[in-house]
């Protein structure tokens, strides 16, 4: 399976006014996970093999922040959740709840669309093991910060697992110490922002039942039924 070929290779343009930062083609700030994609690049060169760039309209009010891409998942076809077994669950149920529309194919050309959300990953490069460093969530945290920065109607965000968690805290200059992961609680930051928990949507942890189909619908419902009330009104669940 190709890339799509509306993904350009390209170094992207200095950011125009409002616009999130972007990481390079090639960027350099993660030694190890430059060296584990030019060994990617080399032996699959018709793979994505850079990081992934994060999709949906940047006017969403819901970010869905994963971990990072899989290898032949989002790493292969240049877009976030795309390819590989997370993208089932997690697609399948934005679709149910309206935050998509069309099929997902599994493939970038397969003419799914979001609505009122962006997908994103909290580390931009696919590591060794499915496993990012601590320095590796340092260092790629600049781009998430940016994007959340940058999402002004921004009304949610979905972490998917702890490392996404501890993520969006960072980029928000929260202490990762005072909200700890929990899956199901919805929190509400100090700039009134909703944070939402949920177990990561991978083939592990449904396998193992520690994340059902149930459990994750769960969540995403909430948040819809929190999308749509007035956000004057709008109060935060404290679990679900
Ligand atoms: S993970 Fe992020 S910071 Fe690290 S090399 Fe990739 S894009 Fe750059």
């Not at 529309?101 to 093991?129: E, F, K, Q």
Request: aromatic fraction near 6%.
């Amino acid at each position: 399976m190709s890339p799509s070929p509306s993904l350009s290779r390209a170094e992207p343009a200095p950011e125009a006014a409002g616009m999130p930062e972007q990481p390079g083609h090639d960027c350099p700030l993660c030694p190890r996970l430059v060296t584990y994609r030019e060994a990617n690049r080399a032996a699959q060169p018709a793979w994505w093999n850079a990081p992934v760039p994060s999709w949906g309209a940047l006017d969403a009010e819901l970010l869905i922040v994963g971990m990072a891409p899989g290898v032949k998942g989002a790493n292969r076809t240049g877009r976030p959740f795309t390819g590989d077994f997370a993208g089932t669950l997690l697609y399948e149920t934005l679709l149910k709840f309206g935050f998509a529309t069309g099929h997902y194919g599994a493939d970038p050309s397969d003419g799914l669309a979001l609505h009122g959300c962006r997908i994103i990953n909290a580390v931009r490069c696919v590591p060794p093991a499915n496993l990012p460093q601590p320095v590796e969530v340092r260092s790629c945290n600049r781009f998430l910060r940016s994007e959340l920065q940058a999402m002004r109607p921004l009304r949610a965000v979905l972490a998917l697992g702890v490392l996404a968690h501890s993520a969006v805290l960072s980029a928000c200059g929260i202490p990762l110490s005072r909200l700890r992961f929990r899956h199901g609680q919805i929190l509400t930051l100090p700039d009134g922002l909703l944070l939402a928990d949920s177990y990561h949507v991978s083939r592990y942890n449904t396998n193992t039942g520690r994340l059902t189909t149930a459990m994750f619908e769960k969540v995403v419902e909430a948040l819809r039924g929190l999308l749509e009330q007035d956000p004057v009104a709008q109060m935060p669940l404290n679990q679900l």
